[in-house]
Each structure stands twice: as structure tokens, then as C-alpha cells.
């Protein structure tokens, strides 16, 4: 679509519907699964936003799969599962998929050879997710540090 013609078009009121308790419950009993972003939507800094764990609550215990997603190298899934318990909820790693793991994940789908290195330029959370897929990482933001300074 051409951006011109994007910024010019304009929803239907008649697309939208408020969302009911009707509504709601009808979205519920049509997904097994909600993908949640994480900063600005479980939290922002280090501070939950409200209604937050009674919503996780509600969806887990009616059966729903939750993943958590974020863009954010800065940390791995272990290390975004201990943020999560800090701000108490309990979440698994499974259940978290970050950038970083995204990462480690492609070069091991594609089978990039164990037996070579893989420069990360990036977060320490690139290169934690990296070792754990077994590759042998180099990088991050120290090694930035000394290369560019």
C-alpha cells in the first residue's frame, strides 16, 4: 500500500466492536494460545503494570498457553524468567522467546557447524542464548567496547 494512501485511510466504526463480557468470553473459547510483548505490556522498567498477574491467572486457569516475546538481547531466557519471579509471577523459560534465543535458534535450524564461531554483536543475553545452543560465541558488548574505543 502506498504510504500516502495508508496515512489517509480510516477503520469503519462499523469494523470495531466494544469488547463485552459476551465478546470476551468468545475470544477465550476461540484461542488455545496468547502471545504477550513484554516491555510496555507485562511490564515497564521494573515495575508490573496493574491487572497484570490477575490476567495470567485467569487465562492459566482456563486451560490457555501463554509465551512471552520480546525483542530485548539484553538478557536470556533465564535471566528474563528471574525478572518475571521479581516482579512475582512465575514463568518458565519454555515459556519465553526472546531475540536472543530467536537467534541461536535460526543458526541451529539452519545447522550451522557447531565447530564454528559466531561473533554476536550484541547483548550478553545474545551470547548466553548462543552457548546454551552449544555454538561457541564471541562479542557482545565488551568485546564492542574493545574493538571500537
Not at 469494523?15 to 468468545?26: D, K
Not at 534465543?101 to 550478553?124: C, Q, R, S, T, W
Request: net charge positive; glycine share 8%.
Amino acid at each position: 500500500m502506498n504510504c500516502e494512501v495508508a496515512a489517509t485511510v480510516k477503520p469503519s466504526s462499523s469494523s470495531c466492536q466494544r469488547l463485552s463480557s459476551h465478546n470476551f468470553r468468545g475470544l477465550l473459547d476461540s484461542v488455545d494460545a496468547f502471545l504477550f510483548d513484554c516491555d510496555g505490556v507485562i511490564w515497564k522498567g521494573d515495575k508490573l503494570i496493574d491487572g497484570i498477574p490477575e490476567a495470567l491467572h485467569m487465562l492459566r486457569s482456563i486451560g490457555k498457553k501463554l509465551v512471552f516475546v520480546t525483542n530485548n538481547s539484553t538478557k536470556s531466557r533465564k535471566q528474563f524468567s528471574k525478572k518475571f519471579h521479581t516482579l512475582g509471577i512465575t514463568v518458565s523459560e519454555d515459556e519465553i522467546f526472546s531475540s536472543s534465543f530467536a537467534a541461536a535458534m535460526y543458526l541451529k535450524v539452519h545447522n550451522f557447524p557447531k565447530d564454528k564461531k559466531v561473533y554476536a554483536i550484541g547483548e550478553e543475553g545474545m551470547l548466553e542464548e548462543l552457548t546454551l545452543a552449544g555454538f561457541t560465541a564471541l562479542g557482545g558488548r565488551m568485546m564492542e567496547k574493545r574493538l571500537w574505543t
